[in-house]
């Protein structure tokens, strides 16, 4: 299963898909620079001076491009820091387009976004020595979380795009899945979804976020 997409350049020169619906996988601002933004800095490095020892379990909404997989294995190798990293997709990216995608320039890089998007569905595999990988096919909604996950990258479409996505529901799940003091990162820091989130127990921030967008969210479980 897949959906209609096209190609498309963002502002920091880096490409993000585009549904028939026009909906983008990332902001138009620059792709790269909004995943390394909220995911990696708000998000990942945030888990791991919270969780300084052995291994931090990441959730993620929407495997998508990859990018965000791509940049936490990236920086898992940079700190020598090991990673279950488990990611649901309910369409994942045909290979015709994943091929046309580049985020790095490094051949290292380019071959690690290869094995990322090759891994098989369904299946854990290490995809790097510190990265075990599981790509679940399916919906969020419907799948069984991993156990005791410390960091979750919301990553869904907009909730105007997938308001099904942005409830209190399924928020109560994904909280009941974390560790106390786990972290939720997601680019959207609308009303609507700050309440959804604090409605449900997490306690919520609102940080400053990357160029074209004023704030993103960061939210915790209590310890
Ligand atoms: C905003 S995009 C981000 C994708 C990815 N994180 C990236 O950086 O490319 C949202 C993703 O969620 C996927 N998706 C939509 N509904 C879903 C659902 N119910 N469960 C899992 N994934 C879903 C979409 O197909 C899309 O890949």
Known sequence: MSQAIEIVATKDGSPTLRTAAGITYHSTHGAVQESMHVFIQTGLIAALEAFPEGLVTILEMGFGTGLNALLTALESNRRHRAIRYVSVEKYPVPEVIWQQLTYTQAAAGQALFEALHRAPWNEPVMITPQVELLKVAGELQIMTLPEAVQLIYFDAFAPEDAPELWTPLLFRKLIDGMVPGGILTTYCSKG?????????????????GPPGKREIVRARKPE
């Open 192 to 208: 609507v979804v700050r309440r959804a989130l604090q409605e449900v127990g997490f306690l919520v921030e609102k940080l400053p």
